[in-house]
Each structure stands twice: as C-alpha cells, then as structure tokens.
C-alpha cells in the first residue's frame, strides 16, 4: 500500500507522541514495521520538514549518489543509516544506485530527479510525443468543427440565394 508523506509524519507522531507500538501502526496502515523505523529515524535525524511534500523536484547529483555509493562499499554503514543520514525519504533509493553501479560500474550512475518526477528516456519521449499528438488531435478537432459550421453557413446562404432568385 502507498503511503503518502503526510501519513508517514502522522505515523510517526502517533509513535513517538502516544506511544502507539510499530506493530499496532503497522496492522493500522498495512506498512512493514521495518519502515516505520525508518520514518521514525528520519524524523529523529531531519525534523518534520523531511515528511512535507514539496513540489521542488529533488536533483540527485551522480557525485552525490557515488560519495553514497563509496560510503557503504567502505563497509562502516549500513544502506539504511546512510540513507536516514542522507534524508532519502525512502532506503530502497540508495539500494538501486547501488544495483546499478554493480551491473554499469561509475558509468552507470548518472545525474537523476526525485522518484515521483523521474522518467526513463524513452518514457519522456513517449510522454512529449503523447502530448504533441493531443495538442494536434484537439487543434484538428476544433478545426473540423470550425469547417462544419462555416460549410452549414455557406449552404444556408446559397439556400437563401436560391430562393431570392426564384
């Protein structure tokens, strides 16, 4: 189940201020305790602000990812306490570029934007191709409709021609 920002703060308030246990929160919302931890230690280490759903895309720099990636290959953290430190509003984040660096290497870490926000190339283009053709589609329909009206008006005026001239 997808929990919002919003939720995962008042799970996280519902734990730590009335005292309601990981495994009460998690039957309630349907959320694996292990990341209710997670949120918890977020809000510990970065306040509330960390949960507030921001409509700024977050830009995740490839030397950004890459000093993360160096940080947990030294072996002293875990991916989770890396990613609490680093305010990555999910650990599986930090797991990914790591995935990718071990099938591509540093070439295979590049420069991305925030989850919700992130399209794969050929998702992009498909998406302005998309947009191009409705814009086109909408523009060819209102089009049509002009022609219908101007086509009904020119048949009444040559009707009413027709009919002066009879």
Do not use: C
């Amino acid at each position: 189940m997808q929990v919002s920002r919003e939720q995962k703060l008042e799970i996280v308030l519902k734990h730590l201020e009335d005292g309601i246990t990981l495994r009460e929160l998690s039957e309630e919302y349907g959320m694996d305790s292990s990341n209710i931890k997670y949120n918890v230690a977020l809000y510990i280490r970065h306040g509330p602000d960390v949960f507030k759903d921001s409509s700024e895309v977050r830009i995740y720099s490839r030397e950004y990812k890459l000093a993360a990636i160096k940080r947990y290959l030294q072996g002293n953290e875990s991916i989770r306490l890396i990613s609490i430190d680093l305010g990555l509003p999910d650990h599986t984040i930090l797991r990914d570029w790591l995935n990718k660096y071990r099938e591509g290497g540093e070439a295979a870490i590049q420069t991305s934007y925030s989850r919700k926000n992130y399209l794969l190339h050929e998702e992009r283009q498909n998406k302005i191709a998309s947009k191009e053709l409705k814009d086109r589609l909408e523009y060819l329909e209102a089009e049509n409709e002009f022609l219908k009206k101007y086509y009904s008006l020119i048949l009444e005026r040559s009707r009413r021609l027709k009919k002066k001239s009879k």
